[in-house]
Each structure stands twice: as C-alpha cells, then as structure tokens.
C-alpha cells in the first residue's frame, strides 16, 4: 500500500473519482494532510465517515510521534520523535521574547564525524523523508502552542544532520511549510546550516534558495579544520568560498558564518584574523557559538579569548553576535543531539 503522503494530487484525484467520490474531496484530504498536518484519517473530520475507511483500506499513514519531551529550566524543549520504522531523532523548541526557533533534524545520524558534534558518534543511518521533516514541525508547532501559547516564528535546519546531504527531501519540506496552502512560514524565518557541501551550497544558489544559508565554518585554517571537520578534505577552502560567493551573487544574501569557540583551537587573534581573510569574497555575519559539553571532550574558550577575538573582528568592521547556548541541562544544545542506538 502507498502513502497518503507520498501520492501525487492527481492520483489522489483518480482514486476519488475512481470511487465514486467528489472531485473537491481531493483539496479537503490535502489540507488535513499539509496544513493542519494531522497524523490520522480519523482527524479529518469534514470528510464522510465512509471515505475515511476507504482511505484506511487503501493507504498507510505514516505518520512521526513524539516519544518523549524534555523540558529545560530555561524553557527550552527538547522532543524525541518515533518514526514509523523505530528510528529516532531529535528536535528542540526555543523560546525566545516574542519568538518560537524550531530546531529540527534532516538526517537519523550524520555521516561527517565532526570531533565536537556528538550526533557524529552515531555515524549516518538514513535520510529523513520530506513527511519526516514536515512532521517534526507540526508537532512542535503544536506543543508550542500548548507550552508558549504562540506558533513556531523560526525554524534552523540544525539538528541531526547534515542537510545537503539529503537536498531533496529538505528542499521539498520546506516548500511545503512556506507554502501558502500549508502553514506559510515566511522563507525569511528558516535557516539551513550546512558544514559546507559545495555542490549543494552551488544548487542553492541556482534553485533561486530563498532561506538564509549558514556556515558550520569553526575554523578558517584549513589543515586545522580538516583535522577536526574531516569534510574540509572533499570540499576545500578555495571550493567553499567559490560556491558561497556563488550563492551570494545568485540570492543577493549575506551568509552567515558559524563559529565554535575551543579553547587553544581556535580561537586566537591569528585565528581571527584567518576568518577575516576567508570572509572576504562575500559579506557575512559572524555567530560564535559557546561550546556545549559533549564527551568529546573539548573545552570552550574562556571570556578573554572570546573577547579578543570580537575585538579584532569589529576592527575590521564584522558583525559578530556571541551566542549562549540554550537547553544546555538537558543536552538539547547545539551539538548535543544524540541517540544511543
Ligand atoms: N550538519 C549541519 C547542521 C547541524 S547544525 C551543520 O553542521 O551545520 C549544528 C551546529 O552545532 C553546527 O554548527 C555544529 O558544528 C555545532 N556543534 C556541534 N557540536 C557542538 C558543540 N559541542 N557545541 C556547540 N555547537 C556544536
């Protein structure tokens, strides 16, 4: 049996019609399934009782669950989500004055093994289905209504995975929460971080990408980096810079730039004034992120280093934001995504 989800409107049409049913039944079953996103045909309750069994007969409903929530003294929320064949991933809601980030996943696992991130310990699994991705985000919308009383205003493709790793199925989840006959998140509030895959940062920029790209940069030495973002050695410096000056030239966008801060790493005046020079080709906007403990056990750099390093960037004119990290007691911070299998 096919999935609800995974049919195209016309061949939903002909199965209506094909059943004796109204043409018009085929718009009611698709905003069930996309815009108030439910995960039953028992929900649809403006569709005849006798069609919804028809349905039943005829497709499965795969459909994400939440398996757990955890919630921070902060208030950030971290959701274990159940997919339909037992796997798991993470998401994370973050409050924030008047806004609501959904953090969500694009990937069970991340192949790229970064030495900080533990959700590189997992090694890669699967790719999320675009239904997978759209679910985290309906359910989360959901549980923010209930914890924050507000919809979800933001979303970050940051949590587990790499998402241009599984460009299509991000690609098509996205269309369908931007979509006006969907929730219609504006493009403007997503963000998809990326540790810097040229070909697919390059595809951006051709599919006319309308949400803000981020960099997974952390070090702007590239034998250093590849030391510790083994994926530096397939997409190198000069590649990267081409494919972001691409992607800036094609959306008229500023990147933003992703900067972890480690201890004795990466975070001297000379490493600075290295990320200044990898800048150059484009304009950007620099977030340094606070290490979150994982047990790979780096340490972050202590407030003198990271004031030094701001000083030297605002001398060039940079905008830098320092970024606490939230969520941190219950290992729902950047970094921290994990599942033990
Ligand atoms: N694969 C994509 C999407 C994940 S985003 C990417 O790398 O951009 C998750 C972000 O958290 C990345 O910037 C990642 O490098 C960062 N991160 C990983 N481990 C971390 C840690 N221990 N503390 C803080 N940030 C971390």
Redesign the pocket.
Known sequence: MNDIRQISAQELTDFLLQNGEKKFRQKQIEEWLWKKGVGSFDEMTNVPAALRQKLQENFTFLHAEIAMKVQSSDGTAKFLFALHDGKQVEGVLIPSGQRVTACISSQVG?A?K?A???TGTMGFIRNLHFTEIFDQFILMNNQAEKLYNQNITNIV???M???LMNYDNVMESIRLITSPSGPGLSPSRITL???GITHGIKRLADDGFKPDV?L?L?CADELKRTLRMPVTKHHNFAQLQEALAYLHEKTGKRITI?Y?MLKDWNDSVEDARKLFRFCLPFPVKINL??????E?GYEKSPEENVKRFVDFLESKNMVVNIRH?RGKDIDA????LVRKK
């Open positions: 991340c790229l970064c900080f991130c533990a493709y940051m949590g995975g790499e998402p971080s990326t540790v981020a997974s952390h992703e972890l992120i606070e290490y979150n403990a994982t790979s990290s911070a950047c970094g921290q």
